[in-house]
């Protein structure tokens, strides 16, 4: 079929793979089997899924502003479990008008890039959120959208 021979691969570390089942018949057979090629290697497969990044646009319920301040310090806390978990990669309030020294910040929402194998996935961690279960987001108002991280760089806590 080919009029040139084609380059064998290297294999960088044998145990990245397993023998195929028929590798050790054909080598009892006998040695002609064995060196006609048909000791092959098969790679192992990954379980894990590929996980992806996810970005969260989590709006406040109109009304939710009581209930939000009520129970902040219990999400703040659920929020770095995800974090040490490698759930959350970043994450933080959005607001109605910039930040002002001496005046109360005008919440509007939650933004967070979450990683996970899908958007199910995502979603199911962020209903168990302390916000979700006190009605806080309004999830008929939430999206969530594949992302990718261009840059990043690291600010201190204000």
């Not at 309030?93 to 194998?117: C, D, H, M, R, Y």
Request: proline fraction near 7%; include cysteine.
């Amino acid at each position: 079929m080919f009029k040139f021979p084609l380059p064998r691969t290297a294999i960088s570390s044998p145990k990245l793979f397993a023998r195929s089942p028929t590798a050790y018949t054909n080598f009892i057979r006998g040695p002609r089997n064995f060196l006609n090629n048909n000791y092959k290697y098969v790679a192992a497969m990954s379980t894990s899924p590929q996980k992806t990044e996810w970005l969260c646009i989590l709006p406040d319920q109109a009304d939710g502003l009581e209930r939000r301040l009520k129970v902040r310090t219990e999400h703040l806390e659920g929020i770095k479990r995800n974090q040490e978990a490698g759930f959350a990669n970043f994450g933080g309030v959005f607001l109605n008008e910039p930040a002002q020294e001496g005046k109360a910040l005008s919440f509007k929402g939650s933004i967070l890039v979450a990683t996970g194998v899908s958007k199910e996935s995502v979603i199911e961690v962020l209903k168990q959120d302390v916000y979700s279960k006190n009605d806080v987001w309004d999830w008929e108002k939430v999206e969530i959208y594949p992302f990718k991280t261009a840059i990043a760089s690291p600010l201190p806590y204000v």
